[in-house]
């Protein structure tokens, strides 16, 4: 888009409609187009890989749940206006999933009879369905929004909260991962229920948290968040954290000197719940000893629609997004400076067939378009890197190389350019 979207209020939403990552197709609900789905893709591959590197098993849950179902755990009622409820031609009642504790704890009853199975850990990725009385920020609070969901099953609490640890490193990987500096909050389990609870908060002005914290969390730096470990746990458990809600200012431990109050991004949010839904129910398995024992759960959700605003809202400036490299739609923007130019054209073609034998994830500006809006346009999409070939430079044998989140641009041959970006996979 040439013009600013004036339905947008924040930088995310805005920037993401005017680089037409996203069209509206009515209030909350959103298509992705072909940008905008790439880094939706990426954000979901690198949780799911760090789901399945905690020990957790991907399947995949319809959207579309009976009420039956909610009726057993008694929150078909609970949830209100929230739940998109539907009729069949049968009459049979339906709804659109908002979560999936229900569903998974019914598969898990009719599946698992034996504590030998235990523990086990299972997620989804899978739009879920919330009928937000304010639908706003674009995808960041939507109603149709893609959500990764695990669950987790064990015999005894000590188990349970392993399963909980696990997730909770998991999570400050993933959000390293991703470019993000997150910090886990001390929350109230809400609609989801149970007696532990931590919520993953994203710093940025326009988060719709307060959060109080010490300072001491400024100084993790992404390279510690990916070697975390239970220990690391322990210790930024330790720290105080607290949403406005549960934050007391005459109680609370942090001297103020050392007391931060910013507002958050809720990106992910995990739950320890014990019996809530097994006991209900009738998830049991058989224990060593031959006694039916109801098993211990958690859940563990992460906003991956929401990511992407939120990644947006922490890493943009006034020329557009800045993407982390890890989930750009593209590592690299050619742009042909001169279209008309069969000498440049030539020279960008080959180098276009060059970055994509090589694996490099480039998109191609062979727009006939001027200089000045292919320059705009690639900082706008923020894509990291930055090759332009123009009539100049093919004649001196060097393109442009433009580092986006830097701006500092050096003139190299076109086989420097091919190797800095090969060689950083
Ligand atoms: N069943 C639990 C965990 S699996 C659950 O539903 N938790 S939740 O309600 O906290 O949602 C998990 C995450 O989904 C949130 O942390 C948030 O990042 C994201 N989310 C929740 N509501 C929305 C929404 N309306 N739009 C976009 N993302 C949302």
């Known amino acids: 888009m040439k013009e600013t979207p004036t339905e947008a209020q924040i930088a995310s939403h805005r920037l993401m409609l005017r680089a037409g990552m996203i069209r509206q197709s009515s209030a909350g609900i959103y298509s992705w187009l072909p940008m905008g789905f790439r880094v939706l893709r990426n954000i979901e591959q690198i949780v799911r890989e760090e789901q399945d590197r905690a020990g957790a098993q991907e399947m995949l849950m319809p959207t579309i749940q009976s009420a039956e179902l909610w009726r057993k755990s008694g929150r078909y009622d609970d949830y209100g206006k929230e739940m998109l409820r539907i009729i069949d031609r049968g009459e049979r009642e339906l709804l659109y999933g908002p979560t999936n504790e229900e569903l998974i704890t019914d598969i898990f009853a009719s599946s698992v009879r034996s504590y030998r199975d235990l523990p086990k850990n299972l997620y989804h990725i899978q739009w879920k369905f919330r009928d937000e009385i304010r639908p706003r920020f674009g995808v960041m609070r939507g109603r149709e929004f893609l959500m990764k969901d695990a669950y987790s099953f064990d015999l005894e609490k000590e188990g349970a909260e392993q399963s909980y640890l696990k997730m909770f490193v998991a999570y400050l990987r993933t959000f390293a991962r991703l470019g993000l ?205 930055h090759v332009t070939v123009g009539p100049r430079g093919v004649k001196a044998g060097v393109v442009e190389f433009k580092n986006r989140a830097t701006g500092e641009t050096v003139e190299i041959t076109p086989e420097a350019a091919l190797n800095r970006l090969a060689v950083k996979a």
């Not at 500096?181 to 326009?206: C, K, Y």
């Open 181 to 385: 500096r997150a910090v886990p909050v001390q929350a109230d389990p809400g609609a989801i229920g149970g007696n532990m609870s931590h919520e993953f908060h994203i710093l940025a002005d326009t988060g719709e948290s307060d959060l109080y914290f010490d300072a001491a969390f400024e100084e993790y730096t992404a390279e510690q968040m990916l070697k975390a470990d239970f220990g690391m746990v322990k210790d930024l458990r330790g720290l105080y954290a607290a949403a406005d809600e549960k934050h007391d200012a005459a109680n609370c431990p942090v001297p103020d000197g050392q007391l931060r109050q910013r507002k958050g991004i809720e990106v992910g949010h995990i739950f320890y719940f014990g019996t809530k839904y097994s006991a209900p129910m009738g998830a049991a398995v058989t224990s060593s000893t031959g006694e039916q024992v109801n098993v211990e759960m958690g859940s563990y959700g992460i906003g991956v629609s929401r990511l992407v605003g939120a990644i947006i809202e922490a890493s943009h400036d006034e020329k557009g997004i800045i993407w982390p490299e890890s989930v750009a739609p593209w590592k690299a923007a050619l742009i042909n400076l001169r279209y008309g130019d069969a000498e440049c054209t030539a020279a960008a073609d080959g180098l276009y067939e060059k970055f994509q034998n090589a694996g490099v994830a480039t998109l191609y500006d062979d727009r006939d378009e001027r200089p000045g809006v292919k320059f705009a346009d690639a900082d706008l999409i923020g894509i990291p890197w």
